[in-house]
């Protein structure tokens, strides 16, 4: 069955890191560009970052723009989030998300192939 999976969230003090991962089985990750996304409860899901497939080329959101870096490892069949000098404002589920033929110029808004189930971020002292 063919699936993302999340993990490395967890609570860290502001000014932490953390890294999240990716990880596809079922399907091989690096044909696809893959997306970072957080959602609040009760506000609308906001897109992190992305990464395309073949040219691994980023993009960022300006909230997250020099504190957030992705990278993917395709032999590991994973994409990665390290999270630098984290906030209270970070704090969010965090899922990742793939598109075969999407790109990461539309990716806060576009269509993904499949998505993962979440992994939970708190940014509090």
């Known amino acids: 069955q063919a699936q993302l999976v999340e993990s490395g969230g967890g609570l860290v003090q502001p000014g932490g890191s953390l890294r999240l991962s990716c990880t596809a089985s079922?399907?091989?990750?690096?044909?696809?560009?893959v997306a970072w996304y957080r959602q609040v409860p009760g506000k609308e899901r906001e897109g992190v970052s992305c990464?395309?497939?073949?040219?691994?080329?980023?993009n960022y959101a300006d909230s997250v723009k020099g504190r957030f870096t992705i990278s993917r490892d395709n032999a590991e069949n994973t994409v990665y989030l390290q999270m630098d000098g984290l906030q209270p404002e970070d704090t969010a589920v965090y899922h990742c998300?793939?598109?075969?033929?999407?790109?990461?110029?539309?990716?806060?808004?576009?269509?993904?192939?499949?998505w993962g189930q979440g992994t939970q971020v708190t940014v509090s002292s």
């Open positions: 990464i395309e497939n073949s040219i691994d080329s980023a």
């Open positions: 079922g399907f091989k990750l690096e044909y696809y560009s």
């Open positions: 998300a793939a598109a075969l033929w999407g790109f990461c110029r539309d990716y806060a808004s576009r269509k993904n192939d499949y």
